[in-house]
């Protein structure tokens, strides 16, 4: 069998392969460096097709982002790479690293924004929400796509890749939240 060579591979591309199969992504740690966040970028007029291409590639920044936090420390109040994260904290910083967006500064706020989505409907950089703390939306991850998320989990922890299908995640999920791209037009 001959070996396929790919040309110019997505840098990240195997990072979010590996998310989806649940393992860490230690070459992504460098990506805030290395790419240009869309607060950066120049603002333009959009058509509706541009505006939905340009939420695709906001979702992508946001998975990129994500993905490049895998091993970051957990910290109750964190919400830095260098101090560490709680969940919430993560989830702040990575949409407004990807999207300029700023989220408040708890689950169950984050939760009231956007539209909910049946679990069966959700897409990558959906918001999920699970209930940790014998209260409804008090833990909240991003979607990554096939049945798994990104989160940072507990004291002691990191921010990794879990399984929705897990039974502690499957039996305390509480929902999911879109923010969708009309949301994000009039953050800017």
């Known amino acids: 069998m001959a070996a396929v060579k790919i040309k110019n591979p997505h840098p990240y591309a195997l990072c979010l392969c590996l998310a989806l199969l649940g393992s860490p992504c230690l070459a ?79 689950a169950m706020a984050i939760s009231q924004l956007g539209k909910s989505v049946p679990k069966d409907e959700l897409q990558p950089g959906d918001l999920v929400f699970f209930n940790t703390l014998r209260s409804t939306f008090s833990h909240v991850g991003i979607y990554l796509g096939n049945n798994r998320f990104i989160h940072s989990p507990s004291r002691g922890g990191k921010v990794r890749v879990e399984n929705m299908d897990d039974v502690y995640w499957a039996k305390n999920f509480n929902g999911a939240q879109r923010i969708d791209q009309a949301k994000l037009s009039t953050a800017e």
Do not use: I
């Open 28 to 106: 992504a740690e460098p990506a805030l460096a290395m790419t240009e966040t869309l607060a950066d970028a120049p603002a333009t007029s959009e058509t509706s097709e541009e505006t939905g291409s340009n939420w695709s590639a906001r979702v992508s920044e946001v998975l990129v982002n994500a993905l490049s936090l895998t091993g970051v420390r957990y910290k109750y109040g964190g919400n830095s790479p260098e101090t560490g994260f709680d969940c919430s904290g993560f989830v702040r910083y990575v949409f407004k690293q990807a999207t300029s967006l700023s989220l408040p500064h708890s």
